[in-house]
């Protein structure tokens, strides 16, 4: 467990299962969306966990890489903290680009056409050719492989999750500017969050939400809550000693906070108030020492940080699962898919579900043992090596 920032790997975990029944409502469960969002609004603001994610990106990166960035000199360069992110984010990613393309051209070869349920039939996208649909166009392959798709206009397409990693590569890119918020006492840093909150409320208000995930507003949510992170450090560093970080009940209220506020409607008030639930949970989680307690026990322990540990896995294999899942189903054997829309019983909505999570969540164990890991290490003894020669012939 991650004793320095506690707590922080569980949040991912946790975030990464409710981005997952956010889509998962559009194609595992669509006959009951609208009665569930009759009684919570809780998945349908299913997308709003992906800012979490933002900002403990910020957080972490700020921890891991701050003091190095700001050291004269540097002990980590610009060029080998890109490749050490590139290697954590890219491999993966890669591989599952390369497993949605594999079934397209099988699809293109036996003439199968576009299917994901009853609501894309509604909208028309049923049967659309391999290549063609609005998930999957070949002219959106150059920025995906690139991991560019948000500068485009492409919208979701292909690993339809992987717009947030697009958004993660620009702010590394931006990562020596924005570092000095989380390492100095500066104007800029005390600015920093009231410029990142005007960001968002622009975004808000000018859009009527925050589920914005291409173009420069995509760019300016995701860079202004990574901004977040990495001016909540020092605050996380200052508050450690805090007496209120030493009980329960200032986490519990942190960690109920934004469940209790995502059972409402979005409004732009509402939205920007739950961003700062977010900054407050990350806060006080980030603050637990190493006391013991009932509530500790049951956010932080083996399950909840393997959970954290596969959520990278969990987020990118979840379009190929539910998207490339529906359409092998439905091929493979079309009446199954038939008779399971047409069901209205919630309690086999809710096997179902538990269902594709034991299988999402399976697969993610296995990609993070056998793929993320092994090829994050695999690539980063190989720059290390090329470094180092680099450096002899230099």
């Given at each position: 467990m991650n004793q320095s920032l506690p707590l922080l790997t569980p949040l991912r975990g946790i975030a990464a299962l409710m981005v997952v029944l956010f889509h998962a409502r559009l194609l595992l469960?669509?006959?009951w969306m609208e009665s569930i969002a009759g009684h919570?609004?809780?998945?349908?603001?299913?997308?709003?966990?992906?800012?979490?994610?933002?900002?403990?990106?910020?957080?972490?990166?700020?921890?891991?890489?701050?003091?190095?960035?700001?050291?004269?000199?540097?002990?980590?360069?610009?060029?080998r903290f890109l490749w050490l992110r590139l290697t954590r984010v890219?491999?993966?990613?890669?591989?599952?680009?390369?497993?949605?393309?594999?079934?397209?051209?099988?699809?293109?070869?036996?003439?199968?056409?576009?299917?994901?349920?009853?609501?894309?039939?509604?909208?028309?996208?049923?049967?659309?050719?391999?290549?063609?649909?609005?998930?999957?166009?070949?002219?959106?392959?150059?920025?995906?492989?690139?991991?560019?798709?948000?500068?485009?206009?492409?919208?979701?397409?292909?690993?339809?999750?992987?717009?947030?990693?697009?958004?993660?590569?620009?702010?590394?890119?931006?990562?020596?500017?924005?570092?000095?918020?989380?390492?100095t006492r500066s104007r800029w840093s005390h600015l920093a969050p009231l410029l990142a909150l005007t960001v968002l409320a622009f975004i808000v208000h000018s859009r009527g939400?925050?589920?914005?995930?291409?173009?420069?507003?995509?760019?300016?949510?995701?860079?202004?809550?990574?901004?977040?992170?990495?001016?909540?450090?020092?605050?996380?560093?200052a508050a450690k000693g805090l007496p209120m970080m030493k009980h329960d009940l200032p986490l519990l209220v942190a960690f109920v906070l934004p469940f209790a506020l995502m059972q409402f409607t979005m409004t732009p008030q509402l939205t920007l108030l739950l961003i700062g639930s977010y900054v407050l949970l990350i806060w006080i989680a980030a603050c637990q020492g190493n006391r013991q307690s009932p509530l500790l026990r049951l956010l932080d322990n083996h399950f909840t940080n393997w959970l954290g540990?596969?959520?990278?896995?969990?987020?990118?294999?979840?379009?190929?699962?539910?998207?490339?899942?529906?359409?092998?189903?439905?091929?493979?054997?079309?009446?199954i898919t038939e008779w399971w829309y047409g069901q209205t019983n919630p309690l086999l909505g809710v096997v179902a579900t538990l269902l594709m999570l034991a299988v999402l969540i399976g697969l993610s164990a296995l990609s993070y043992n056998l793929l993320e890991r092994p090829l994050q290490r695999r690539l980063r003894r190989w720059g290390k090596a090329r470094q180092q020669v680099l450096e002899q012939a230099g």
């Open positions: 469960f669509p006959q919570t609004q809780l998945i349908e603001n299913g997308y709003l966990w992906v800012d979490l994610f933002f900002i403990l990106s910020g957080v972490v990166l700020a921890h891991v890489y701050g003091e190095a960035f700001t050291r004269t000199p540097r002990t980590v360069s610009y060029g890219y491999p993966l990613y890669l591989v599952t680009l390369l497993l949605l393309v594999g079934w397209e051209l099988y699809k293109a070869q036996h003439g199968v056409g576009f299917y994901a349920g009853p609501l894309f039939k509604m909208w028309e996208w049923e049967g659309m050719p391999p290549f063609g649909s609005p998930f999957t166009p070949a002219e959106a392959l150059p920025s995906a492989f690139l991991l560019l798709q948000v500068v485009t206009d492409h919208g979701l397409t292909w690993n339809f999750a992987a717009w947030s990693l697009s958004v993660e590569w620009i702010s590394y890119l931006l990562f020596p500017l924005l570092i000095p918020l989380a390492v939400t925050l589920d914005v995930t291409s173009g420069a507003l995509a760019v300016g949510r995701g860079v202004s809550e990574f901004v977040l992170g990495l001016w909540l450090l020092p605050r996380v560093k540990d596969l959520s990278y896995s969990i987020y990118l294999l979840h379009a190929l699962v539910l998207l490339t899942g529906c359409e092998l189903i439905h091929y493979l054997a079309p009446g």
